[in-house]
């Protein structure tokens, strides 16, 4: 099946990461009908700067609002909206689950005929926190919602408009002499650039492939530290990189944690982090007709685009 891209394309969470690149990438393939919903009030307004031409909405999926009415008409949901890091389990109920339930009431109510839901690859992790269990929840109900479905489970994502993961290591990286990592650093990533995530997620819109989930890791195994190590000469930083006993790095982020509301890094990502975990790799590239970026270039790409790589999302 073929969309026509006049019609609309509703996005849950829309001003987050994926969705902040998700909407440059549906206007080069052609989509000119987007709409996005988001409670952030900042990242709306930066998509709102950079896109004049599309419907942003600044509201809270887990509360009845106009969002519903957008819904009408829908071609396909692109479902966005996602709690990654919170210091209490309430956030990640709200946003992963209960935000889920309303939109997919929506999808329902206005007979939305296609739904992609990005999940995570911490549904097949063997991490075991508030994240990881409301994220295959949130799966569990797209699958069982009767509503033709695909699912894409991404790995670690990096790119444009990176507010945490790469883009605050980088900024951390800017801002001090020394950049501490936990233990030896040999920790294996499969980190997928996220542009290219997008152009998957622009297939799946077109050709609609119904009831399939697939597991989208990067192409390239990366160690934690070779990727600090590419953002610092991608950057031409002079950083003093420095490995750190675990148990130390460990107190560092708890401390930090105890000071911040919304910290960047948490002790249950750091446990994420070393989990070990180990992908499935499917050749994307053929499946999905999309070339896969070279680590390197995807990150010199994001560091140093003149049009985006200056743009920061808020936490």
Known sequence: MNINKKGKVFL?????????????????????????????????????????DI????????????????????????????????????????????????????????????????????VESVADDDYTETKKRQEEMV???????????????????????????????????IFPIPGHGRYMRQPLYVADFCRIIGFCIENQPNGKVYNISGKERVDYIDIIREVKKAQNLKTWILKIPYSLFWLLIATYGLFSSNPPFTT????????????????????????????????????CDEDYSGIVLEF
């Open 55 to 122: 419907i942003c909405i600044e509201e809270d999926l887990v509360n009845e609002g106009t969002w519903q009415l957008h819904v009408k008409d829908a071609a396909a949901i692109v479902m966005l909206q996602a709690q990654i890091g919170a210091k209490s389990s309430a956030p990640f109920v709200a946003n992963n689950i209960n935000s889920t339930q309303m939109v997919l009431d929506a999808a329902k109510k206005y007979s939305v005929p296609y739904i992609v839901h990005i999940s995570s690859s911490v």
């Open 12 to 52: 849950p969470g829309g001003a987050g990461l994926v969705g902040q690149n998700l909407v440059v990438q549906l206007k080069k393939l052609g989509y000119v009908n987007l709409v996005v919903v988001d409670k952030h009030s900042a990242n709306i307004k930066i998509l709102k700067k950079l896109h004049p």
């Open 268 to 303: 249950s990502q750091l446990k994420a982090l070393t989990a070990k975990d180990d992908f499935e790799l499917i050749p994307w590239w053929e499946i999905f007709q999309t070339e896969a970026t070279p680590f390197s270039d995807a990150i010199y790409e994001t560091f």
């Open 143 to 177: 699958r069982d919602s009767g509503i033709a479905h695909c699912v894409l489970r991404p790995t670690l994502m990096f790119g444009w408009f990176d507010r945490k993961h790469f883009g605050w290591l980088s900024r951390f990286m800017k801002r001090i002499p």
